[in-house]
């Protein structure tokens, strides 16, 4: 019998099978490049500075007023795990500003990688005492409606993505105002006199994968570049599907690099943790590089010239902080553009040493022709 | 084998457990935080509701079916790594008779159910053929198609079949009436439950009262004794790795059916490699593999309570998960091995 070598691989399946279960093996996690659910209700537009109400329902929420002084008790459900250095660290310091600033009782619960144990954890969060119990991501609004309805005198905050539920508010942001911007400076660095650019009208973008929340900033990025110059060609290029495609650095160092060779002088990336490819690639090839969600500008100073953020956490306070006061409204969409913070570029020290002036100026102008409407940004949601 | 004692049986099991217990209870308290809420939340807690427990139940079907998958293969000496590919594809099977198709449940679940199974063993039947007639090593080519299948469905989920307006790589929802029944009140505890149960019998008696039983074990026993006694042992191996591929995409199709109601790129935590476990702990025992994906299904449940009602983080949880399966699996492996060395002595005796 060969049952000796069969033995010991068994013995390694196993050690596979426990590692398995701690949740390597599983995708659908907090993918950093955090995309929002498709919202017909939710208009790619701003208005004005304060965030807006989208959805002109009627908020059926329990009585917002009359409680704004006493200690407001919070969960948030993670749908995956903290730890990312972007989207849910963002969204946890969020919570722990609202408990260092607002004096809440913060408690967040951390739900792994088991798609199928989301539910029962969140129904369970629902059942304690907590005042405000905080979703995010595009994976959850299922999730939202099923356990929402059960708790109708609970508050949901849910970001990243929107249901229709009236005890629910929804959070969603404006990734392709804050991707213009980003395509604006590429657009501009291409065209400026920065030591390391091509030479040929080109910057490139990688994508985590064909979906409709990073074509938000696919659209975002290319019109902005195209409104900078319109000769601007923008290469596109996507990591692969599902969960892993925010996972594999490789690959995205592969395409950003044949972005590069094709003559882009930057590549933007919308790839979550597969985006620290596109940074290598820049570092490697003396080009540029723009980061996503979080500050990634420190990555690689100089090369990563800035990064489109996505405010999680100054979202997740504020709308804390409209509960503490009494102000919160459920059944509705708060959007967080531009005007409110809810997205931009990190404007840091490497920005003002690194960015050309006439870029930064670019850049700011944009801003304003965004505010003044003067300028339409297109959706990636069809 | 089965005639030792009850006694015997169940002892080294428990006093596994019991020092998994211990040791994890020292992890917890070197963190600075005391076990007993841990245990209460990871052993207890799942029993404490109705609602609860219903969630063990969830939780312990794509467990049972898996095992049974392994053990099947395991039984006629076959590795079937690829129980977690052949369920994906059992699983998008089932999930597009869910969704293209119209007609009441009577028709839709056994043609969605049938249809990953035939899928599922389909799929299997590959590599059943490639060991059975080139010698190819089914651990080999199993695992390489978990991938291929995998990221097939994933292609067809974000491609062809993707829901429209979706933000996900899910597929459309399927028809309300191919819904497996739920059976306790506000719970998602579903009928899929009974099917792997009565699989699990099924098995048994496959195993014990059927003469492919016994060229299933004889070849996995030893197969140039099964030859040398007028059995096919390349139509054997085929069997063995239909029935683990039916039993694969069975237990796609009632995630699907029962928990998901669409197909969800991605959906499955490892189900196929935690059957190997399964399977061990319960010595390829298809009676006792209910009982061996019942523990694996109240961990699974404890830990997610742990996680909502303890301080103690994600991560601690997994690893006191870890070492508690990793103890008493390893009491199953070791007698599993020991057997073999029995059989191995009593070849070359």
């Given amino acids: ?382 | 084998m089965r005639q030792r004692g009850l006694v015997a049986e169940v002892i080294p099991p428990v006093l596994s457990l019991v020092a998994a217990l211990a040791l994890s209870g020292l992890i917890i308290a070197a963190l600075g935080s005391s076990p007993l809420p841990v245990y209460k939340a990871l052993l207890l807690s799942p029993f404490e509701s109705l609602a609860t427990f219903s969630e063990v139940l969830v939780r312990m079907v794509p467990l049972l079916l898996s095992g049974l998958a392994v053990a099947v293969a395991f039984r006629c000496g076959v590795f079937n790594l690829g129980v977690e590919g052949q369920l994906y594809l059992g699983a998008f099977a089932a999930a597009w008779v869910g969704f293209a198709l119209v007609g009441p449940g009577i028709v839709l679940i056994p043609a969605a159910l049938l249809f990953g199974a035939l899928v599922g063993a389909v799929y299997a039947f590959l590599p059943g053929v490639l060991r059975a007639y080139s010698g190819a090593s089914e651990i080999v080519t199993t695992i390489m198609l978990n991938y291929v299948a995998i990221n097939l469905t994933t292609y067809l989920v974000t491609g062809p079949f993707r829901a429209p307006n979706a933000a996900t790589a899910d597929s459309e929802p399927i028809a309300a009436t191919a819904h497996l029944a739920r059976f306790l009140p506000e719970s998602r505890a579903h009928v899929g439950l009974f099917i792997a149960l009565s699989l699990a019998v099924g098995l048994y008696i496959l195993l014990y009262q059927t003469t492919i039983g016994y060229e299933l074990r004889m070849t996995g026993a030893n197969p140039r004794f099964a030859e040398y006694g007028g059995i096919s042992v390349r139509r054997t191996v085929l069997i063995a790795m239909l029935l683990s591929g039916v039993l694969a995409g069975l237990l796609g199709a009632i995630e699907v059916l029962g928990v998901q109601y669409r197909f969800r790129s991605g959906f499955s935590p490892g189900y196929g490699f935690d059957g190997i476990t399964v399977a061990l702990l319960a010595r390829v025992e298809p009676l006792a593999i209910p009982f061996a994906a019942f523990l694996f299904a109240v961990l699974r449940a404890g830990a997610s309570i742990a996680a909502v009602d303890t301080e103690v983080s994600r991560e601690v949880v997994d690893v006191l998960q870890a070492i508690i399966i990793l103890f008493v699996t390893a009491e199953g492996l070791w007698s599993f091995v020991r057997r073999r060395h029995v059989v191995a002595a009593g070849q070359r005796g």
């Avoid at chain 1, 570092?283 to 489109?308: T, W």
Wanted: hydrophobic letters at 40%; glycine letters at 10%.
């Fill in chain 1, 1 to 382: 019998m060969k049952s000796k070598p069969m033995i010991v691989l068994v013995i390694l399946c196993l050690l596979l099978a426990a590692c398995g279960s701690g949740g390597a093996a599983t995708p659908g996690g907090a993918t950093t490049a955090a995309p929002i659910a498709a919202s017909p209700t939710v208009e790619a537009t701003m208005a004005a500075s304060a965030p807006v109400i989208t959805d002109g329902t009627v908020g059926a929420g329990a009585s917002p007023t009359g409680e704004a002084v006493e200690k407001l008790r919070i969960a948030m459900f993670v749908n995956g795990a903290l730890g990312d250095k972007s989207f849910w660290d963002s969204a946890n310091a969020g919570v722990r500003r609202a408990n260092t600033e607002l004096g809440a009782e913060v408690r967040v619960v951390e739900g792994g990688f088991d798609v199928s144990s989301w539910e029962p954890a969140l129904r369970r969060l629902a059942q304690a005492d907590y005042d405000i119990i905080l979703v995010g991501t595009f994976q959850m609004p299922d999730i939202v409606n099923s356990v929402a309805p059960d708790f109708p005198d609970k508050k949901f905050i849910l970001f990243d993505a929107t249901v229709d539920q009236s005890n629910v508010a929804n959070i969603s942001y404006a990734q392709n105002e804050g991707s213009f911007l980003a395509g604006v400076l590429a657009g501009c660095v291409a065209n400026s006199d920065l030591p390391n650019v091509s030479g040929d009208k080109t910057v490139g973008v990688v994508g985590g994968e064909d979906v409709a929340v990073i074509n938000d900033f696919v659209v975002g990025y290319e019109q902005g570049a195209q409104y900078v110059d319109p000769e601007m060609q923008v290469l596109k290029a996507y990591v692969g599907t599902g969960a892993p495609a925010y996972n594999d650095p490789a690959k995205a160092k592969e395409l950003a690099t044949a972005q590069f060779s094709d003559g882009a002088s930057i590549v933007f990336q919308v790839a979550g943790g597969s985006g620290l490819g596109v940074i290598d690639a820049a570092k490697e090839q003396n080009r540029y590089a723009i980061g996503v969600d979080s500050n990634q500008n420190g990555e690689a100073p100089g090369v990563v010239l800035s990064s489109m953020l996505k405010r999680v956490d100054n979202s997740v306070f504020d709308l804390i902080q409209m509960e503490a006061t009494g102000s919160l409204r459920t059944g509705k969409t708060y959007l967080y553009g531009i005007q409110n913070d809810g997205v931009g570029l990190a404007e840091d020290k490497y920005y003002d040493q690194h960015v050309p002036q006439e870029c930064k100026d670019q850049v700011d102008r944009a801003k304003q022709d965004i505010a003044s409407k003067k300028v339409r940004v297109k959706s990636g949601f069809k």
